[in-house]
């Protein structure tokens, strides 16, 4: 059972998905609650350390690509700047205007933000399919 498991796409992904999200908030309440760092600063940090954990585990453990890193880390990163801007965004939405507990609305904005990197994970950067300019033209 446990085989059939660590073969399952979506369990690995929520799997490192979850795991990621530890790194995100462990970094953010570092960050946040121990140094008293700015949340929007600190969620910031948190990002760019969940994001490298992210790719090279994405890369190696769930999806099981065998493109280059290079042909791959540039849309993954690009495709993780917009979630930070979801991320921030529910960020503000939730402290700022709806007066929420910071670290209460970080949980519920990472699950925002892994269901959305699932989605363009699975179907835009490690399908397998990368699409070249010169074939086309």
Same mark, same amino acid.
């Given at each position: 059972m446990i085989k059939t498991l660590l073969r399952n796409e979506l369990f690995m992904y929520l799997l490192f998905g979850g795991l990621t999200t530890l790194v995100n908030i462990v970094v953010y309440y570092g960050l946040a609650s121990v140094l008293s760092m700015d949340y929007r600063l600190a969620t910031s940090l948190a990002w760019g350390?969940?994001?490298?954990?992210?790719?090279?585990?994405?890369?190696?453990? *769930?999806?099981?690509? !065998?493109?280059?890193?290079?042909?791959? &880390? =540039?849309?993954?990163?690009?495709?993780?700047?917009?979630?930070?801007?979801?991320?921030?965004?529910?960020?503000?939405?939730?402290?700022? *205007?709806?007066?929420? !507990?910071?670290?209460?609305?970080?949980? &519920? =904005?990472n699950v925002v933000v892994v269901i959305f990197n699932y989605i363009i994970s699975k179907y835009y950067i490690f399908n397998g399919k990368k699409e070249s300019f010169s074939d086309d033209q």
């Open positions: 350390a969940a994001v490298l954990f992210a790719f090279f585990t994405n890369k190696a453990y *769930v999806f099981k690509s !065998n493109q280059s890193i290079l042909s791959e &880390i =540039a849309p993954f990163i690009g495709a993780r700047f917009f979630s930070l801007g979801l991320d921030l965004g529910v960020m503000i939405l939730l402290v700022d *205007v709806l007066v929420m !507990n910071d670290l209460f609305s970080k949980i &519920i =904005a």
